[in-house]
């Protein structure tokens, strides 16, 4: 919550660059980048942007961010990049003719971008409601007068003018959390699809994890509760403990890695003195997607990586042991959880050996086909390309007067 308040002071304490940045002439060739409220180099904005700066010479990007850190990872990326309220970053976003992002304004620079169209390229098609369809607590009492009455007067919160999606399930549900017309969210595929092409196994055992030496290796991939707010017990009560003996019999490595917010218990005890379960953080490891082709079953709850998994043709796992809970507390998911599930759903880890089963013997294969086909048609390896073929004839669209 302070965090988000701090957001929302310096949102009103740059108000006064607004009308400077609706005067200045835009170019329309120079992008400007930006993801995770500029605090990360990643996500599809990433993607986009080192397709754009290695491919597409016509145009100009520029990565923005709010951290020191970020800036200087992607200049020794050899890119372009810039404190997003730095001086060199305002000039830059006042002659921005495009602001590409993955959550909102605030990824780069707000106030100084307003004038310049503004494309979400969104992080992932969400399972978990969010937007206007989400139960939120971000500023307690507060929040549901602050976002029917005093959001859309921030720069930073201001609505994207197109969001890029990866299906058509993305398109109903990001047009449905941000209160848009559909033809205004485009699906597209996701660029940060093209992490794929790492090689996973080597990134492993780069950071001491011996992965090629198991017959198998699983992720288990946990998502936030309640905006952050909320805790999850990894082991179960000792369940998942009680697990090792069969993942080393069955010679599986389990990897373990949750959301950047959530906050986990039990997993000290569970990695430590144990070669069968090993935790993959988000801090050494920020790009999920490029550790998923080392991955032969997707252990998950309510997390979008099912999704960007789904490319990948593999079984997909889903523990939710705090359904009830997501369903009546929490934010809430969108679709029905048992129908939609590409594969078994658990609520405890006594049952997995027995999911395990199920999934290798090809009793959900029918499922997991039917959620390909619904979330991964446009994985092709054409994404980026695509993408900027769309937004680029679109710009030539609007100067010669069609739409």
């Known amino acids: 919550?302070?965090?988000?308040?701090?957001?929302?002071?310096?949102?009103?304490?740059?108000?006064?660059?607004?009308?400077?940045?609706?005067?200045?002439?835009?170019?329309?060739?120079?992008?400007?980048?930006?993801?995770?409220?500029?605090?990360?180099?990643?996500?599809?904005?990433?993607?986009?942007?080192?397709?754009?700066?290695?491919?597409?010479?016509?145009?100009?990007?520029?990565?923005?961010?709010?951290?020191?850190?970020?800036?200087?990872?992607?200049?020794?990326?050899?890119?372009?990049?810039?404190?997003?309220?730095?001086?060199?970053?305002?000039?830059?976003?006042?002659?921005?003719?495009?602001?590409?992002?993955?959550?909102?304004?605030?990824d780069v620079n707000a106030h100084a971008s307003l004038g310049a169209e503004l494309v979400n390229l969104?992080?992932?098609?969400?399972?978990?409601?969010?937007?206007?369809?989400?139960?939120?607590?971000?500023?307690?009492?507060?929040?549901?007068t602050f976002d029917r009455f005093l959001k859309r007067l921030l720069p930073g919160k201001r609505r994207a003018d197109r969001v890029l999606v990866a299906s058509e399930v993305g398109q109903e549900r990001m047009a449905s959390a941000y209160g848009l017309d559909k033809r205004r969210v485009i699906a597209l595929g996701y660029p940060r699809w093209n992490a794929f092409r790492c090689d996973a196994l080597a990134l492993l055992e780069r950071s001491g994890i011996a992965a090629r030496s198991h017959q198998g290796i699983l992720l288990y991939a946990p998502t936030v509760r309640m905006q952050g707010q909320g805790k999850l017990d990894l082991s179960q009560g000792g369940q998942l403990a009680a697990l090792r003996p069969w993942l080393e019999r069955e010679r599986l490595l389990l990897l373990v890695r949750g959301h950047v917010s959530l906050r986990m218990s039990g997993l000290d005890a569970l990695v430590q003195g144990s070669s069968c379960i090993r935790e993959v953080p988000a801090t050494r490891f920020p790009d999920v997607n490029a550790l998923l082709p080392a991955i032969d079953v997707l252990i998950t709850d309510y997390s979008s990586v099912m999704y960007d998994y789904a490319c990948l043709d593999r079984p997909i796992i889903l523990l939710a042991p705090d359904l009830d809970t997501y369903l009546t507390q929490d934010v809430g998911i969108y679709g029905d959880y048992h129908a939609d599930a590409p594969g078994p759903v658990i609520t405890q880890w006594s049952e997995f050996p027995g999911a395990w089963s199920e999934v290798h013997a090809g009793l959900h294969s029918c499922r997991l086909n039917a959620f390909v086909d619904q979330h991964a048609a446009l994985y092709d390896g054409e994404v980026c390309h695509r993408t900027v073929a769309f937004l680029t004839e679109l710009d030539a669209r609007l100067v010669s007067g069609t739409t």
């Not at 100009?60 to 404190?83: I, K, P, S, T, Y």
Request: charged share 20%; with cysteine.
């Open 1 to 106: 919550m302070t965090f988000y308040l701090l957001r929302l002071l310096h949102q009103v304490a740059w108000l006064p660059l607004c009308p400077v940045a609706l005067l200045w002439p835009r170019d329309p060739r120079l992008w400007v980048f930006g993801a995770w409220h500029g605090r990360q180099y990643g996500d599809n904005a990433c993607h986009l942007y080192r397709h754009v700066r290695d491919h597409e010479p016509e145009l100009q990007a520029v990565w923005l961010a709010h951290d020191a850190g970020v800036v200087r990872q992607v200049r020794e990326e050899g890119g372009d990049a810039a404190m997003a309220y730095s001086l060199q970053g305002i000039l830059v976003s006042l002659r921005a003719g495009r602001a590409l992002v993955t959550h909102s304004a605030e």
């Open 122 to 144: 969104t992080h992932g098609t969400p399972l978990k409601r969010m937007g206007r369809d989400a139960r939120s607590r971000r500023i307690g009492v507060l929040t549901s």
